[in-house]
C-alpha cells in the first residue's frame, strides 16, 4: 500500500527544520488516539523522515493534553468488528506503523508531554531516548483490556528497564509517573512541561550537528545489538492479538472501561 503524502496528513503534523524533524500526533479533542488513519500517517512519517536527508534526527510528540491515549477505544475496540479468529490461511504481519518508528534510521527521541498509555507506551518505546514532562505518564494497558502488547512491550521494554520490571508493567497494566520512569530507567530526564519539546529540541541539535552518514550507521548497529528478530516477534504478537480479541475477557475489558466500573474477567 502506497504511503500517505506528508501535505495530506489530517491527524499528524511534520516539519523539519534545521536538520530535525518534528512529528506530532494531532488529534487533541481525542488525546491523540490512533485510528487506523493516525497509524497510517505515523508509518508514512517515519518512513519519510528516515528517507530525508535533511532530517539528520526525529522528534515525537503530541499536541497537549496528551502524548498518546493508545487506540481510539470507541471507534476501535469494540470488539464487535474482530469477534472472529482468523483462519489458518491468514498471513499476520507486524504493525506497520510499529515496524517504520523501528526500522527508521534517524534517531529518534520520543518528548512525552503527557499521557502514554496502550500503543502510545509502545510509540514512546520504539525511540531510542525518551524525555518527559511532569506530567507524562506511562501504561502498558494491553492486560486490562484482555490483550497483549505490541513489539514494543516485549522486545524494547526489558532491554530498558530489565525483565523484572518489564514483567511488573506488563502483568499489572498499573501507571507509572514521570518520576517513577526516571527511577527505573525508561526516560531520560523529566523537564517542566511547557520546556519538555524545547529539551528535546536541545538534544536534537546537539544529534544532528554529527555526520549523517555516521549516525545512520551508528542507528542500524544499535538495532543490529538488539536480541530477536522484531519483525517476527510483531506478526506474533498481532496474531495473538487478533485470537484475544474473539474472547468475552477482552469484551468485558472495553464495556468495562467504556462504562467505567471495574471489570469481571473469566477466562474465555
Not at 38 to 44: C, G, N
Not at 112 to 124: D, F, H, Q, S, Y
Not at 201 to 222: C, D, H, T, W
Not at 231 to 242: D, F, N, S, V
Amino acid at each position: 500500500m502506497a504511503l500517505i503524502p506528508v501535505q495530506d496528513f489530517q491527524h499528524t503534523l511534520y516539519e523539519v527544520r534545521r536538520h530535525i524533524c518534528r512529528i506530532t500526533l494531532n488529534r487533541p479533542e481525542r488525546r491523540n488516539a490512533l485510528n487506523p488513519r493516525a497509524y497510517a500517517e505515523i508509518e508514512a512519517a517515519f518512513r519519510h523522515a528516515s528517507a530525508d536527508p535533511e532530517a539528520r534526527c526525529v522528534i515525537v510528540t503530541g499536541a497537549d493534553p496528551s502524548f498518546c491515549s493508545g487506540e481510539d477505544v470507541k471507534e476501535m475496540m469494540t470488539g464487535e468488528a474482530r469477534s472472529e479468529p482468523a483462519t489458518p490461511r491468514v498471513k499476520f504481519e507486524p504493525t506497520p506503523a510499529a515496524m517504520a518508528v523501528i526500522e527508521c534510521d534517524k534517531p529518534v527521541i520520543a518528548a512525552v508531554n503527557g499521557p502514554a498509555m496502550g500503543w502510545g507506551m509502545e510509540l514512546a518505546l520504539y525511540a531510542d531516548i525518551r524525555i518527559a514532562s511532569e506530567k507524562a505518564v506511562f501504561a502498558e494497558l494491553f492486560v486490562k483490556r484482555g490483550l497483549v502488547c505490541d513489539v514494543g512491550g516485549f522486545w524494547k521494554l526489558p532491554s530498558i528497564v530489565g525483565y523484572s520490571v518489564a514483567a511488573e508493567l506488563l502483568f499489572t497494566g498499573d501507571p507509572i509517573n514521570a518520576k517513577e520512569a526516571v527511577r527505573i530507567g525508561l526516560v531520560r530526564e523529566i523537564t517542566a512541561h511547557q520546556d519538555v519539546v524545547r529539551a528535546a529540541e536541545y538534544l536534537a541539535g546537539r544529534i544532528a550537528s554529527n555526520p549523517p552518514l555516521a549516525l545512520v550507521a551508528m542507528k542500524q548497529g544499535l538495532r543490529r545489538a538488539s536480541p530477536g528478530d522484531p519483525r517476527e516477534l510483531g506478526a506474533w504478537a498481532i496474531e495473538t492479538i487478533y485470537r484475544l480479541f474473539a474472547t468475552e475477557d477482552h469484551r468485558e475489558g472495553v464495556k468495562s472501561f467504556l462504562e467505567k466500573r471495574s471489570p469481571v474477567f473469566v477466562g474465555r
